[in-house]
């Protein structure tokens, strides 16, 4: 009466590097547990084989005493059969919530365990990682072991029993009812299989043919006022009827031939019921044998509880493949290797903010990014980046934070080799805006206080006044105490870069950086944004890239990198003179 | 929901439809034969030693099995061709919704995705498991109630005290359940969001240090849905011991009570096998029952999300029959305001005229209505005061397609659908040949990154054009615009993506394909409409200065701010 896995058509095929291991590594999750899981399993045989012994019991209920008229020894034995029963039904009852509450601990403690190592793996991971397939190794795999151990395992280990309990009192009865029994068994799993073999194909037709009409759907309703504009209604309309058909047709296909399977299962069981009546009446009238009324009755209750199980076995084997598969993916996430500090990295609390970049190149793979770049940074002074997209002058900021290893070369913070500082330390001692800067889903006074978490009410609107954030901060109803939504998308967009300003500000870090931090925000915000940022670079070693040369012009450095390399580097006045590529492109504006 | 299915069943998976619950009641009918037949076979045959008597009733029984197969095998079948039928029509239904509909504040995109793709298989498979189950459980039921009362109506009572309680039982903790379900959810819902920001916001976290922050928010959400999970199991964990004890103690009573009544000779020891056989049949008919009110529930919550879809429709205006066509393209707006009905106006009595061949700059802040104005001149929406004129005529009085085929416009997002660059180049104009297409694209500087390609204009487009960046989506973006070389062509934000150097050769480029053209430039970059003809200024939807660069530099305050933000310290007079 347990809650059925439901039955998995293409028993997918699962290549599994080193189950023994992942086994082992499931298993000392549970470890604490030990105690705990002994319990169920003893719970699991006696209730197991209750159930069997109370239907044998039934039978020899109607053979001795009802047929006997044994009134008092009936009424006795039933008696005893409720109290078997309601005990069996109490050990259920707990082996099943401590299955739930162990399950429930394990995969918390293994999702904690996921999410505590991605915590801390170099950027690099992120960038060579899909979001999606993380996401699903967090939640889909982690899922799957919860699963097994909470239903598949015990349903395994309760299915192995029952089959090994009933099919030994089933011989014992009856060898000939067994064999009947058997047969309907092996029928059913063949038919299946059988039909699984023939559906395999449809289905994974039927797939591929959701997923064209799904990757329609979304293109044509996300691209809709492009349709519009261009045109397109009708002919997209017919081009998704097309696909919506064809889908359709390979759905039936596959849908109508696995549909035949429960009534199938239904039948076979039918013609088990059919052929242990028959065959056992037939012997009784016959004599052949010692079948009786009662052994008749017990096989055709075993017959609802021994086709299941049996079954449930074989798919069941196949979910703990799944499981384990899942299993393995989730552990490869855990064993990933972490971002770790230099043994021997200083501790670095409060920079001066003296930065140089001695012969720093840097390639990702194979592919070389930076090349030679040299440069001297003096605390307070602002430094811009110019060059068209895909320069590297973002990656030159990635560095800056250790966030990337170089290729060659040294970074320096006042003095210290970047990768011979603590990563912490490093990081606190840059603040850094972003192009996008990210926004959480928690009050805007959080968001704002991430950047310190010792910071008080008044160092939060301190920093917001500065960063030219309060006045809308104070506008929206809830103030401070706003929730961002998602994405923050309740906010424009220069309005999320002011409160990531301010998130800066709050920092107190001697080294900034400004990645292209008013690209994408409209021209009355830029003027607020602008003044924020001023604001902000002062007495700081400020790092500023902008696609803007308004931005740039007061910097006390401009490097203009093209191709990863540093092809201009002066003040804007002194690049000017020169009539070079920063003349070019900043002249280009007024054409 | 059942008026949805309705409207999207027609003909043959109509008669499915119907069919299918019809034909399962045959398959139930089956069912329930086998535990009399049997109970006959041991009453009847075996106790007077009747071979013949038993192989004609197992025959009987094998009869009835079969049957059953094939009416349960029918059954499966026309219901899945009930449901697909209906989700086919359904999707196409609603996707055809989706892109014609015209409301300013209809459903996003993403949310109608969702609901075209997910709801709509909810819906079907629920279709589905209703023309088996919903006919099946309750009628196994009840038939089961019945039969075993015609087969023994002594041991009735048995079940006249067990099923209500049961019953009870297994309502009151499906509704218990329920909210504790959601409340699960919910908690999958916020561990799955902070993953997905932590995710995200991968760089922002290490940048400031937040790792252990995080971890420390993460393992409270966590730790409350392990809590509210617990909750939820422990309220359905009771649920399959219960059952189990029902039915065995039912098993019990029957064969106490029963054999006390067949000692007594009063019913017969294949009435209580048989009883027994019905009050299995019974307990799992309730099971499935639960399990069908539980994926109702969820299904109903898809239905209200496809309803409001469909709803969508209903407030689409009746599209105009004339079609008239200008002779020119000069295109005026006369006092036109657009808005929601609650809020402030988006647009403000803006009347502005463009003559033919004339280059209009429009320029604001976002938020502005500059953006709506293009939506209002390429009738996105219909729901404005006053009139738009495009070669003298109403837009209202010319079909959409008229409409778009006179203008061309590139918008800021640029989105490329999947397929080949050329695919998506010839979206306005099909027949345009490869050198029209060379043409475009050395306009818009994506020419020479086309060439590298070794596909060239056959080049594969992923989704969304993934496999492009975005400076080159905007310039393939702004080609497909320029290809099919309409009277009209409007460029809104189309280069905010190019850089500096690209974006000049580009607006050279354009100044002399188009010129004497009439072309719209929508920018919040003064250097891109400094050089039309004309410009106006948008300001919190009011069109509040309209001129020259030069004339705006004298009359209007917020343009010669603008100039000074974006170009620093510039002299004006240069």
């Known amino acids: 009466m347990r809650r059925r896995v439901p039955r998995n058509i293409h028993r997918e095929k699962v290549s599994l590097t080193n189950w023994k291991k992942t086994i082992f590594r499931v298993g000392s999750y549970l470890k604490d547990y030990r105690s705990k899981l002994m319990l169920v399993f003893t719970f699991t045989i006696v209730t197991t084989l209750t159930t069997v012994i109370g239907n044998r019991i039934n039978g020899i209920v109607i053979d001795k005493y009802i047929s006997q008229n044994k009134l008092h020894i009936l009424l006795i034995v039933c008696a005893l059969l409720a109290t078997m029963y309601v005990i069996a039904s109490i050990f259920t009852y707990f082996q099943n919530s401590v299955t739930i509450k162990v399950a429930q601990a394990v995969s918390t403690k293994i999702r904690q365990d996921v999410f505590s190592n991605l915590q801390r793996l170099p950027m690099k991971y992120f960038d060579t990682h899909n979001n999606g397939d993380v996401m699903s190794r967090l939640t889909n795999d982690v899922d799957n072991i919860n699963t097994a151990l909470m239903q598949t395992f015990v349903q395994l280990f309760t299915g192995v029993i029952s089959v090994i309990g009933m099919g030994l009192a089933m011989i014992i009865l009856s060898p000939l009812l067994t064999g009947v029994t058997l047969l309907s068994t092996v029928a059913t799993y063949l038919f299946s299989k059988a039909i699984a073999k023939l559906t395999q194909k449809a289905f994974v037709n039927q797939q591929n043919r959701l997923g064209e009409l799904n990757t329609q759907i979304e293109e044509s309703v996300s691209g809709k006022q492009l349709v519009q504009l261009f045109n397109h209604t009708d002919s997209t309309m017919s081009e998704f009827n097309k696909v919506n058909r064809q889908y359709t047709k390979a759905a039936y296909k596959a849908q109508a031939l696995s549909s035949v399977i429960g009534p199938f299962n239904n039948m076979t069981n039918n013609v088990a019921y059919v052929l242990i009546t028959a065959i056992g009446a037939v012997s009784i009238i016959g004599h052949y044998g010692n079948i009786t009324v009662g052994v008749i009755f017990t096989f055709l209750i075993y017959l609802r509880n021994f086709t299941g199980p049996i079954n449930n076995v074989l798919d069941l084997i196949n979910t703990l493949q799944l499981s384990l598969a899942s299993a393995e993916r989730v552990f490869e996430l855990i064993d990933e290797s972490q971002e770790k500090d230099n043994p021997e990295a200083i501790s670095l609390k409060k920079a001066q903010g003296h930065i140089i970049f001695d012969h720093v190149s840097f390639a990702y793979d194979k592919r070389m990014i930076l090349n030679d770049i040299n440069l001297v940074a003096d605390p307070g002074e602002v430094v811009a980046l110019v060059g068209p997209t895909g320069a590297g002058k973002t990656t030159i900021m990635n560095l800056l934070t250790n966030l990337y290893p170089l290729k060659k070369g040294h970074v320096l913070l006042d003095g210290h080799d970047m990768t011979k500082i603590r990563r912490a330390d490093l990081r606190k001692n840059v603040a850094i805006v972003q192009q996008e800067s990210f926004l959480f889903t928690m009050s805007i006074r959080e968001n704002i206080r991430l950047g310190r978490p010792d910071a008080s009410n008044s160092d939060v609107e301190r920093a917001a006044i500065e960063a030219n954030a309060d006045t809308f901060i104070r506008q929206l109803p809830d103030g401070y105490d706003t929730l961002l939504s998602e994405n923050a998308s309740q906010l424009s967009q220069g309005q999320r870069q002011l409160l990531s300003i301010a998130r800066a500000f709050i920092t107190e870090a001697p080294v900034l950086i400004l990645d292209e931090a008013t690209a994408s925000i409209d021209s009355q915000t830029e003027a607020d944004v602008q003044k924020a940022m001023a604001n902000l670079m002062k007495n700081k070693t400020s790092f500023v890239i902008a696609h803007r040369l308004s931005t740039i012009q007061k910097a006390n450095q401009i490097l203009v990198i093209k191709y990863g390399q540093v092809i201009e580097q002066g003040n804007h006045q002194s690049l000017l003179n020169k009539n070079g590529f920063y003349a070019k492109l900043y002249n280009s504006q007024f054409d | ?574």
């Open chain 2, 1 to 574: 929901m059942f008026r949805i299915v309705m409207q999207h069943t027609h003909g043959k998976a109509r008669w499915s439809f119907f069919l299918a619950p019809i034909i399962m009641l045959g398959e139930v009918f089956c069912d329930l034969q086998q535990p009399t037949l049997m109970s006959q076979i041991i009453d009847q045959g075996l106790a007077k030693g009747d071979l013949t008597f038993v192989i004609q009733h197992a025959l009987l029984m094998l009869m009835f099995a079969i049957l059953g197969l094939s009416f349960g095998g029918t059954c499966g079948a026309l219901g899945s061709y009930a449901s697909l039928k209906m989700g086919e029509s359904l999707r196409s239904h609603m996707l055809e919704i989706a892109l014609k509909n015209r409301q300013p504040n209809g459903l996003a995109p993403a949310t109608l995705i969702t609901r075209i793709t997910n709801d709509v298989t909810q819906m079907q498979n629920l279709v589905m498991m209703v023309t088996r189950g919903l006919v099946r459980a309750p009628m196994l039921l009840l038939g089961g109630v019945v039969m075993s009362i015609i087969v023994c109506p002594d041991l009735a009572p048995i079940l006249l005290i067990i099923m209500p309680f049961l019953v009870v039982f297994l309502l009151i903790i499906v509704r218990k359940s329920i909210p504790k379900y959601t409340q699960m959810q919910q908690s999958v819902d916020r561990v799955n969001q902070v993953m997905r920001e932590n995710l995200q916001g991968a760089k922002t976290i290490k940048a400031y240090v937040l790792e252990n922050h995080q971890l420390q928010q993460f393992s409270e959400q966590n730790q409350q849905l392990q809590n509210n999970s617990q909750i939820a199991a422990m309220v359905t964990v009771i649920l399959s011991p219960v059952i189990q004890l029902m039915l065995n103690l039912g098993v019990v009573i029957a064969l106490a009570y029963g054999g006390s009544l067949a000692i007594s000779h009063t019913i017969s020891d294949g009435q209580i096998i048989a009883f027994v056989n019905y009050m299995i049949q019974i307990t799992s008919a309730m099971i499935m029952t639960v399990n069908i009110i539980t994926a109702f529930s969820r299904a109903i919550t898809s239905a209200t999300r496809v309803q409001a879809v469909l709803d969508e429709a209903k407030s689409e205006q009746q599209v105009t029959t004339v079609d008239m066509r200008p002779s020119n393209d000069q295109i005026d707006f006369e006092n036109v305001s657009f808005g929601y009905q609650t809020s402030k106006p988006i647009l403000d009595n803006i009347s502005f005229h463009v003559k033919s061949g004339q280059w209009l700059g429009i320029i604001g802040a976002t938020g502005s209505g500059k953006s709506s104005l293009i939506n209002l001149l390429t009738r996105q929406y219909d729901q404005y005061s006053g009139q738009i004129k495009l070669g003298g005529i109403d837009i209202q009085k010319m079909s959409l397609a008229t409409v778009h085929q006179e203008i061309a416009v590139a918008l800021q997002d640029s989105l490329l659908f999947s397929g080949t660059i050329k695919s998506n180049l010839t979206y306005g104009a099909i027949k345009a040949t490869d050198v029209e297409l060379n043409q475009a694209t050395k306009v818009t500087q994506a020419f020479t990154f086309i060439d590298r390609l070794s596909k060239k204009y056959l080049a594969p487009v992923e989704q969304a054009g993934k496999n492009f960046s975005g400076g080159q989506r905007q310039r393939l973006n702004l080609a497909r615009a320029i290809v099919p070389d309409s009277n009209i062509l409007v460029l809104d934000d189309a280069t905010s993506a190019v850089d500096q150097a690209t974006n000049a050769q580009i607006k050279k480029n354009l100044q002399k394909l188009r010129h004497n053209k009439t072309t719209l430039i929508i920018s919040q970059r003064v250097t891109n409409v400094m050089n039309c003809d004309e410009i106006i200024v948008l300001e919190d939807g009011k069109l509040t200065a309209q001129g020259t660069h030069a004339e705006l530099l004298q009359k209007s305050n917020f343009y010669r701010d603008l100039i000074q933000t974006q170009l620093g310290d510039v002299d004006f007079d240069a």
